[in-house]
């Protein structure tokens, strides 16, 4: 069973800068797919950035440049820096893992796993 935690989350301004984490519980960490989703009220959820096992990683387009997907298999640990935030960035930020990632060429693709955390709030005022 995998547990995952995610912390980081507060109130910034826009403009400025928040970094989330994600702790996950078990021995396959190194080996799974990772992903962090987003839910803003009255929306659905969508993905954010996804990280592979061989770090490949994707984003959101709104997200290119300003967010990045990292992760740590010493620590167990994922993690989405995200730069410049802006008020739509606003939402409930969740940490997936074991989706499946499907590789075409230079592109990476992630749907979600079975295993996500609890979610932190992020808020950006504007």
């Known amino acids: 069973q995998v547990q995952l935690v995610e912390s980081g989350g507060g109130l910034v301004q826009a403009g400025e800068s928040l970094r989330l984490s994600c702790t996950s519980s078990?021995?396959?960490?190194?080996?799974?797919?990772m992903g962090w989703y987003r839910q803003a009220p009255g929306k659905q959820r969508e993905l954010v950035a996804a990280?592979?096992?061989?770090?490949?990683?994707t984003y959101k387009d709104s997200v290119k440049g300003r967010f990045t997907i990292s992760r740590d298999n010493a620590k167990n640990t994922m993690y989405l820096q995200m730069n410049s935030l802006k008020p739509e960035d606003t939402a409930v930020y969740y940490c997936?893992?074991?989706?499946?990632?499907?590789?075409?060429?230079?592109?990476?693709?992630?749907?979600?796993?079975?295993?996500w955390g609890q979610g932190t709030q992020v808020t950006v005022s504007s």
């Open positions: 990280i592979s096992a061989s770090r490949r990683s």
């Open positions: 078990g021995s396959t960490f190194s080996i799974m797919g």
């Open positions: 997936n893992a074991g989706g499946s990632s499907t590789y075409y060429g230079d592109n990476y693709d992630y749907t979600s796993g079975p295993y």
